[in-house]
């Protein structure tokens, strides 16, 4: 019985697709929930898998294809088996088996790689790891295209392709003076649409950005003193981000025009916080969306940006987890930033931008202490955010986190 295989059905904000990466070919066999193939949104790349066990008869889209939601891009023979490859015999050497020696013994297939004998592997992602087993090979041999030298899956595809796995990549050499090497890289699905998102948001936003400075000695005793305790009875870190996620939320009741978005002539004013997280990985940056924050705990919000870590990693992110979002937190501190202009991501009207914590001299009660100090900024729509709102925004969060038991308060 022929199976189609389609295309996931898209969203309305996403018109087609792009075919990345086949990861079997016509004639291989396939298991039901195997991945088939990559497909690149300009939002997140989706696995599509085998809708049964069988024989992958037809490939209807070749790599590189533009393909649409529903659309039949391969068929599947349900119960078949794939033909055994046939097997030429070994010839004979006949010169040695006359003097009465020996025959050479048979080549053998090299042994199934150890992957957890294999330190490469910890930096894999589940598919990665996957495509190794399958395809026998090591990735500390193989030349890594992510961030920070890291392998991918699609690394591994490739040298799967290749017949063997290609030797890690030589130090680069160094460049002939007067030399001027460049490289030509096509923009991916997902950079391309974000270059597309942060253009619309600078020619379509008026756009300004405030600055503040927060001293985080009582958020630091706090998560010193109970951290471990929180740990243990939910089974999650305490972190800074739960603490700022929950401080933008309480500001956002009280000065709504934040939260809101334009649509045309209209305000829309969100009587919900679902507050957007920006994410960094292989593919560009994405930003998942912690929904009804306003009726999560501290332990909830921080399971829920872990498990949206783990799945950006993973490349896992659906469409759904980055849908809708009324306001956007972004953490450039992660990476050491020290201060910052974030963009806003429309139709939001605006983002607080998160920096690195540093110990800076500061005043109190006359003397002048060491203190863990944080720049926040506040981008925001100007044709409806006015100053004012947006200062008062950026002291009410500061408020809360120097005081970290009026949050827990909701003061």
């Not at 290609?166 to 391309?192: D, F, H």
């Not at 740990?231 to 809101?260: C, D, H, Q, W």
């Not at 993973?314 to 450039?332: E, R, S, V």
């Not at 729509?381 to 827990?408: C, S, T, W, Y």
Request: hydrophobic share 40%; net charge negative.
């Amino acid at each position: 019985m022929s199976i189609e295989v389609k295309v996931p059905v898209l969203p309305e904000s996403v018109s087609d697709a792009l075919i990345a990466t086949w990861h079997k070919k016509a004639g291989d066999a396939v298991k039901r929930d195997e991945n088939l193939l990559d497909l690149e949104t300009d939002k997140v790349v989706l696995e599509v898998p085998a809708p049964v066990d069988g024989v992958l008869k037809e490939i209807k889209f070749a790599e590189g294809s533009t393909v649409t939601s529903s659309q039949v891009i391969a068929v599947i023979e349900e119960g078949a088996a794939a033909a055994p490859p046939v097997k030429t015999p070994e010839p004979i050497d006949t010169s040695v088996a006359e003097k009465g020696s020996k025959p050479t013994p048979p080549v053998h297939t090299p042994a199934p790689i150890d992957l957890s004998q294999t330190k490469a592997v910890d930096e894999l992602s589940p598919a990665g790891r996957r495509v190794a087993v399958e395809e026998n090979i090591d990735p500390s041999k193989v030349a890594g295209t992510g961030r920070d030298g890291r392998v991918t899956k699609e690394d591994l595809v490739n040298a799967s392709k290749g017949g063997s796995a290609p030797a890690a990549a030589a130090p680069a050499a160094k460049p002939t003076p007067g030399s001027r090497p460049e490289e030509r890289v096509p923009m991916t699905r997902i950079r391309t649409r974000i270059a597309e998102r942060l253009m619309q948001s600078k020619n379509s936003i008026a756009m300004l950005t405030s600055f503040n400075e927060v001293n985080l000695a009582e958020v630091v005793k706090l998560r010193k003193s109970l951290g471990e305790q929180f740990e243990k009875s939910n089974g999650v870190k305490l972190g800074f981000m739960s603490f700022f996620v929950k401080a933008a939320t309480e500001a956002l009741k009280r000065y709504p025009v934040i939260n809101a978005s334009v649509d045309g002539s209209d305000i829309i004013y969100h009587g919900y916080q679902d507050i957007s997280i920006a994410v960094s990985t292989d593919k560009g940056l994405v930003t998942p969306v912690l929904r009804d924050v306003q009726d999560m705990s501290f332990a909830d919000v921080e399971k829920g940006i872990l498990g949206y870590a783990k799945k950006a990693r993973d490349g896992k992110l659906g469409l759904d987890d980055l849908q809708g979002g009324t306001f956007t937190i972004t953490n450039g501190g992660t990476f050491g930033s020290l201060l910052s202009t974030p963009i806003v991501n429309p139709p939001q009207s605006a983002i607080l931008g998160m920096h690195t914590i540093k110990e800076r001299p500061v005043v109190e009660n006359g003397q002048v202490v060491a203190a863990p100090m944080m720049y926040i900024a506040l981008s925001y729509d100007h044709r409806i955010i006015d100053g004012r709102d947006a200062v008062l925004f950026l002291v009410d969060i500061k408020n809360q986190l120097e005081n970290p038991q009026r949050m827990l308060l909701g003061l």
